[in-house]
């Protein structure tokens, strides 16, 4: 009689954790648009794709509704925070899916800066460099450049990859005092330790995935290097705002749970 009730217990105990895992992949595989609203004294929209991770499988037509919802809205600017592919081997078919995606953004000033997996080779990187160039993006490697928004300017700072790029990010972050607003793009969260120390108004970043594999009411369950402190979506310490996306994509384990792969837009206020 015990032996038939600790096996019941164990087949309901199995039905509830495949459950569990089939609603947190069900609910992370769409791709849709989040709009937040964000305390930081900038009168801007802003739009943010990051960490895209296009595999042989990704297709171009699963962003599509989210790419024509960000259009809609009519950010003033555009950022990509790094990692557009997640193979070694980049080839043509790999491209026209990445052109497609980001080509179809449209905005006068789109942004981007590179991320770890964008350095695994010089083939992927040459890949990536042409991809943000056919696209419209402005890739900013430890450099800066200003733009006027309805009459204000904007300086836009992109730093290179920490982990596998050019970290010495004192010399560009210095020119900050020269300017009014200061935005940072950043592939890496953890970098805020250092960019808070300049006036630096708002940072954006991805990196993380969020864990990639989150649980409801505890968060995800693995942070990687270089998303390890600053792991919440938006951090804010004095004058100086960090945004997080998620992402769109996977590393490692072709899996995401409980974690929606999202486009953001931010208006900033």
């Known amino acids: 009689m015990k032996r038939s009730i600790r ?7 199995l039905i509830a954790l495949f459950t569990f895992v089939i609603v947190g992949m069900a609910v992370s595989y769409r791709i849709r648009l989040v709009e937040h609203d964000v305390a930081a004294d900038i009168p801007l929209s802003i739009g943010h794709l990051t960490d895209i991770h296009i595999k042989n499988y990704t297709k171009a037509e699963r962003f599509a509704s989210s790419i024509a919802e960000l259009n809609d809205l009519e950010p003033d600017i555009v950022v990509f925070t790094g990692d557009l592919f997640d193979t070694d081997q980049v080839d043509e078919s790999h491209v026209a899916v990445a052109i497609e995606i980001l080509g179809g953004i449209e905005c006068a000033h789109k942004f981007a800066v590179l991320g770890n997996h964008d350095y695994d080779t010089l083939d992927k990187l040459d890949y990536v460099r042409q991809v943000l160039d056919e696209t419209g993006f402005v890739l900013l490697v430890n450099e800066d450049i200003a733009i006027t928004i309805a009459d204000q300017s904007y300086h836009i700072i992109g730093l290179d990859d920490y982990r596998s790029g050019d970290a010495s990010y004192d010399d560009i972050l210095a020119t900050t005092a020269e300017h009014d607003t200061n935005i940072v793009l950043s592939h890496e969260p953890d970098t805020f330790e250092t960019v808070r120390e300049y006036a630096v108004a708002l940072m954006l970043s991805g990196h993380s995935h969020g864990g990639q594999v989150r649980i409801p009411a505890f968060g995800g369950i693995y942070n990687v290097p270089g998303a390890k402190v600053h792991r919440a979506r938006q951090t804010v310490e004095q004058d100086h705002v960090l945004l997080v996306s998620f992402g769109l994509g996977e590393s490692l384990i072709p899996i995401r749970m409980y ?7 931010y208006r900033c206020s």
């Open 259 to 265: 974690n929606p792969r999202q486009v953001e837009f």
């Open 7 to 13: 096996m019941y217990l164990l087949y309901i105990s």
